[in-house]
Nanobody, 116 residues
Framework: QVQLVESGGGLVQAGGSLRLSCAASGRTFSRSSMNWHRQAPGKQRELVAQITSGGSIFYVDSVKGRFTISRDNAKNTLYLQMNSLKPEDTAVYYC??????????WGKGTLVTVSS
């Protein structure tokens, strides 16, 4: 059974930083793309950042220059370093792994609240 557990969310003032972690268990995901999504209140879930098994990285325009996605395959863990946070970043952040089989796995989310 696969389990993804996010951590690191919390309350921070605008301009502050947080680091999110996603610990995966149940199988190895070294060949899988790993992603962070977020969902703000009343809005659709959106892809924030992606890192492929080959190291290719994608960021949504709104977080470019502020967020950094990384992975540690030895620890089967995904990270998101978030700097210069804005109130618009307030959302539940979800870890997502797109396996080579085509199956998606999701964590339960961690809440990030950025005050103005």
């Amino acid at each position: 059974q696969v389990q993804l557990v996010e951590s690191g969310g919390g309350l921070v003032q605008a301009g502050g930083s947080l680091r999110l972690s996603c610990a995966a268990s149940g199988r190895t995901f070294s060949r899988s793309s790993m992603n962070w999504h977020r969902q703000a209140p009343g809005k659709q879930r959106e892809l924030v950042a992606q890192i492929t098994s080959g190291g290719s990285i994608f960021y949504v325009d709104s977080v470019k220059g502020r967020f950094t996605i990384s992975r540690d395959n030895a620890k089967n863990t995904l990270y998101l370093q978030m700097n210069s946070l804005k109130p618009e970043d307030t959302a539940v952040y979800y870890c997502n792994i797109h396996a080579v089989t085509g199956m998606d796995y999701w964590g339960k989310g961690t809440l990030v609240t950025v005050s103005s």
